[in-house]
């Protein structure tokens, strides 16, 4: 009888430190899941903006930059001739914050009769998606002149904060993601991206 208890304690403890162990590891798959998972979608948008904010020339936050200019080859993309083509820029107009936190992109697109068109690509949050509006992206890899509005770009997107410096040529973008399924808010991270500022308009 004495042995019968002594086996059903041992049993019990040894039960409750494999159930211990257990919750235990649950946690830590959990914890490298979603670690893994913010990971994962922070590279994958961190990639996308820096080819796109790279190919940009000028940048701006809540308004557009002008785009009223086509310009064609040998000038350079975003250094037509003369330099004001595209409208004089105020540099507290890039710097200054506005009530919409987006991020806008001057981009040059190949047209037709090897002109170049100027658009603009516009990265924004709604609810918890960020949204892109702009040129598409053909099946070639490079930007077509076909717009397109409210692309899905990234779900669980808690923060979405562009500050463009004062020449429109880079951006620090504070990103922050919730994982997905739940109201955890994984703390914002920095992205600084440069357009292509050796090409960038005087």
């Known amino acids: 009888m004495v042995e019968l208890l002594i086996g ?37 948008l961190s990639d996308l903006l820096k080819i796109e904010v790279g190919e940009a020339c000028l940048l701006r936050r809540g308004v557009d930059p002008g785009t009223s200019r086509t310009i064609t080859p040998p000038d350079t993309r975003c250094k037509p001739a003369p330099p004001s083509a595209l409208g004089q820029r105020n540099n507290a107009e890039c710097a200054t914050p506005s009530a919409t936190a987006d991020l806008r992109l001057l981009i040059p697109v190949a047209a ?15 609810g918890t ?65 440069y357009s292509g500022a050796s090409e960038s308009v005087n």
């Open 8 to 44: 059903g304690v041992v049993s019990a403890v040894v039960l409750g430190s494999v159930a211990v162990l257990a919750v235990h590891q649950i946690r830590i798959a959990d914890r490298v899941y979603e670690s893994t998972t913010i990971d994962r979608n922070f590279k994958r």
């Open 112 to 126: 037709a009769n090897n002109t170049i068109q100027y658009n603009v690509i516009r990265y924004y949050l709604s």
């Open 129 to 193: 998606e960020l949204l892109r509006d702009g040129p598409q992206v053909g099946t070639d890899g490079l930007l077509t002149t076909t717009a397109a509005t409210g692309s899905r770009v990234l779900s669980n997107v808690s923060t979405f904060t562009p500050t463009v410096s004062a020449d429109c040529t880079w951006v620090s973008l504070d990103v922050g993601l919730t994982l997905p399924g739940t109201a955890t808010v994984v703390p914002p991270r920095t992205l600084t991206l």
